[in-house]
């Protein structure tokens, strides 16, 4: 079983940047895909980043050199950094790790980013 702790979200106003972490427990295997969506209200769940071991990173178009994903692999974690933030951007981030061996996926809760004057 895999946990997903995320944290960093909160309060911006538009232009401003905000960073987002998550920290995984569990049994992680070293070949995953560790990432961020993000839900607005009325809307579908969507990609804003993700990276695979070893792979260069996935961005979604809305986020394109404005928000940069990293990770630490020996602490199975994951990071956002997000920059030029827009009001667009207000949403409920989520976690997720794909787990290529079990072929299995697993989220977080969310954390809120709201951007707003």
């Known amino acids: 079983q895999v946990q997903l702790v995320e944290s960093g979200g909160g309060l911006v106003q538009p232009g401003g940047s905000l960073r987002l972490s998550c920290a995984a427990s569990?049994?992680?295997?070293?070949?995953?895909?560790m990432g961020w969506y993000r839900q607005a209200p009325g809307k579908e769940r969507e990609l804003v980043a993700r990276?695979?071991?070893?792979?260069?990173?996935d961005y979604g178009d809305s986020v394109m050199g404005r928000f940069t994903i990293s990770r630490d692999n020996a602490k199975n974690a994951v990071y956002l950094q997000m920059n030029s933030l827009k009001p667009e951007d207000s949403a409920v981030y989520y976690c997720n790790v794909f787990l290529y061996r079990e072929g299995m996926n697993y989220w977080g809760k969310g954390t809120l980013v709201t951007v707003s004057s």
């Open positions: 990276i695979r071991s070893g792979r260069d990173p």
């Open positions: 569990g049994s992680i295997f070293s070949d995953n895909t």
